[in-house]
């Protein structure tokens, strides 16, 4: 199964610029959409159900119109779909479209920026540990596969600049902390698997030509819990493909 994540910054926006000529063509069987920043009834109809793909299945903030949302285009049919993670705080945003499969779960989530104030520090780490916890516990039935925009470079290597943003969200040590615990956890960057090196990224300022001089961050990733590692035949990032401030990755699994 071949399985994509891209944060498009706005779904509306990205029609605009080529995406369906890039998802028509990308090959996936699952594509993950983060910071959808719509309603389904604000869409069109040929772009809220794309016709290469078979189910399509949106969640959307209930709190603030144009924030958040996440959304997937399938063909393989899911057993079930949820929305949300168990605690009611982080219900309402629009941030988790969870997929069942026969061999794994598949969860498409926009983890939360903890930028804006301590408070949303605080909510970015109480999500991540609420996460883990649902994860966890569904992991006693199958395997779990989580992609979506995390919001935390883990490593040095994994942004351009390190050191000048050590005191920031998105590389503090608490949020790094948490990556680690949990990969602790039993949970594995794929992208590492076939790819040690440093100078990849999916996430660049619109500011400062970022971009073109590939001062970027690793943000988004797939994680697979380690019963499947193996199972990885591929993990990959697309930073040709423009569109956003992120670029699509994806992930490969055997099933």
Known sequence: ???????????????????????????????????????????????????SY?????????????YSGVACFTN???????T????????????VLHLEYPDFHLFNIYFPNGQMSDDRLAFKM??????????QALRKDKPIVVGGDFNTAHT????????????RSGFLPEERAWLDKFI???????FRLFEEGPHHYS?????FNARKNNAGWRIDYFFVSDELKDKVVRAWIEPEVMGSDHCPIGVEIEV
Not at 54 to 66: A, P
Not at 89 to 94: A, K, P, S, V
């Open 1 to 51: 199964m071949i399985i994509y994540s891209w944060n498009v910054n706005g779904y509306r926006a990205v029609i605009k610029k080529n995406f369906r000529d890039w998802l028509d063509g990308c090959g996936g069987d699952v594509v993950m959409l983060q910071e959808t920043k719509a309603e389904p009834d604000q869409i069109d109809a040929d772009n809220r159900e794309p016709d």
């Open 54 to 66: 078979s189910n399509h299945y949106w969640n959307w903030s209930k709190k603030k119109k144009g």
């Open 156 to 167: 040095e290597i994994d942004l351009k600049n390190p050191k000048a943003n050590s005191d």
């Open 126 to 135: 109480g999500f991540y540990d609420c996460f883990l916890e649902h994860a």
């Open 184 to 190: 602790d956890h039993g949970y594995v960057d794929t």
């Open 76 to 82: 393989p049919e899911p057993l079930a779909v949820t």
């Open 203 to 207: 996430w660049w300022s619109y500011r």
């Open 84 to 95: 949300g993670l168990p605690d009611d705080r982080f219900q309402d945003e629009g941030r």
